[in-house]
């Protein structure tokens, strides 16, 4: 079965530092890849897409991802977190087969320490 | 531009009764798909309606269906309700079928006791 694992369920940083969160997918074929966001109090929102072409991709925030199609990889970076980025990020998946169903992971809950 | 909207935000019902959720997409949107987010679970997709008819089909059970209406807002029906289907309910709208961000509500809390 098609799966998307996110591999911290939380992950607490001081500002100013690196952020990382890993997302792996199971599934042999072509893909669109999200990444989605859910600040507290507030319904998900896009933070970046891939659908083809440049493998690293820019999204809002500062934030950024990188496709690496040998890997089944999709992570999530930003050189500089604030506490502001605070939230739940989501790693999402659409098949291109399946009836274009798109799969989530679990998300990661993200803190910033001021 | 209006996002989606759900309503109601919150609903508590007890085991066995019947909860009926709803949507209303961004204007322009054809599709809208139902997600259930448990909670400690990520999202599992429930439903997905284009043009009016069911495309897709998330693994729950039968009693949860729904429907779509020609204005392309859609309803949410959840049968025989039980305490597990306790959980936020998200509805995403997008343009299309096939390639196209989706636009995510703010959900509806459904409580069941």
């Known amino acids: 079965a098609q799966s998307v694992s996110q591999h911290n369920h939380h992950v607490i940083l001081s500002e100013a530092a690196s952020l990382e969160l890993g997302c792996n997918y199971s599934?042999?074929?072509?893909?669109?890849l999200f990444w989605y966001v859910q600040y507290p109090g507030q319904h998900l929102q896009l933070l970046l897409k891939?659908?083809?072409?440049?493998?690293l991709v820019k999204g809002i925030k500062g934030f950024e991802a990188e496709f690496i199609k040998s890997k089944f990889s999709f992570n999530l970076r930003k050189p500089s977190v604030q506490w502001s980025d605070t939230a739940e990020y989501f790693c999402?998946?659409?098949?291109?087969?399946?009836?274009?169903?798109?799969?989530f992971g679990a998300g990661t809950r993200l803190f910033v320490k001021a | 531009e209006a996002g989606v909207t759900q309503s109601p935000t919150h609903l508590i019902k007890t085991r066995g009764q019947q909860a009926t959720l709803r949507c209303s997409p961004i204007?322009?949107?054809?599709?809208v798909y139902w997600y259930q987010q448990a909670l400690g679970l990520g999202l599992q997709f429930l439903l997905w309606?284009?043009?009016?008819?069911?495309?897709n089909r998330g693994n729950f059970p039968p009693r949860f269906s729904g429907r779509q209406f020609p204005n392309y807002s859609s309803e949410l029906n959840v049968n025989a309700l039980e305490l597990e289907d306790s959980a936020l309910y998200l509805c995403?709208?997008?343009?299309?079928?096939?390639?196209?961000?989706?636009?995510f509500g703010p959900g509806t809390r459904l409580l069941v006791l």
């Open positions: 891939y659908f083809s072409g440049d493998p």
């Open positions: 309606y284009d043009e009016g008819e069911e495309r």
């Open positions: 999402a998946v659409m098949p291109y087969t399946g009836g274009f169903k798109t799969i």
């Open positions: 204007s322009g949107h054809t599709s």
């Open positions: 995403a709208s997008s343009q299309g079928k096939r390639r196209e961000t989706q636009y």
């Open positions: 599934y042999g074929g072509t893909v669109n």
